[in-house]
């Protein structure tokens, strides 16, 4: 499976940037999908994730982007979408796509299948 993250770049605080994760070959219907980024020095940590439809679609969000970030899919153009709203600066990081059919969607030792990152920057 390859993914193909796009959609960072440089933003000011308050703004919005939308990420979108696409592959080909492959249905994203049958898998989890995350969103995950790291900062320089810092370990990658699971921003958000969606199940696949036959699991329910249920997303997870990590506890400082609830109310800001929205995760969604459409399974018809075999895309995951990160919508960011309200950036702050603590949210500049690489941000990547990953893809899972692990029962272990929310964290990022389940995810077996992961895109280049995509640079977020967001200035204050």
């Known amino acids: 499976v390859q993914l193909q993250a796009s959609g960072g770049g440089l933003v000011q605080a308050g703004g919005s940037l939308g990420l979108s994760c696409t592959t080909s070959g492959v249905s994203l219907r049958n898998y989890h999908m995350g969103w995950f980024r790291q900062a320089p020095g810092q370990e990658r940590e699971t921003v958000a994730a969606?199940?696949?439809?036959?699991?329910?679609?249920?997303?997870y969000y990590t506890e400082s982007v609830k109310g800001r970030f929205t995760i969604s899919r459409d399974n018809a153009k075999n895309t995951v979408y990160l919508q960011m709203n309200g950036l702050k600066p603590e949210d500049t990081a690489v941000y990547y796509c990953a893809a899972s059919q692990n029962v272990n969607w929310r964290t990022a030792v389940g995810y077996k299948y992961w895109g280049r990152g995509t640079l977020v920057t967001v200035s204050s």
């Open positions: 969606i199940s696949r439809p036959g699991s329910g679609g249920a997303t």
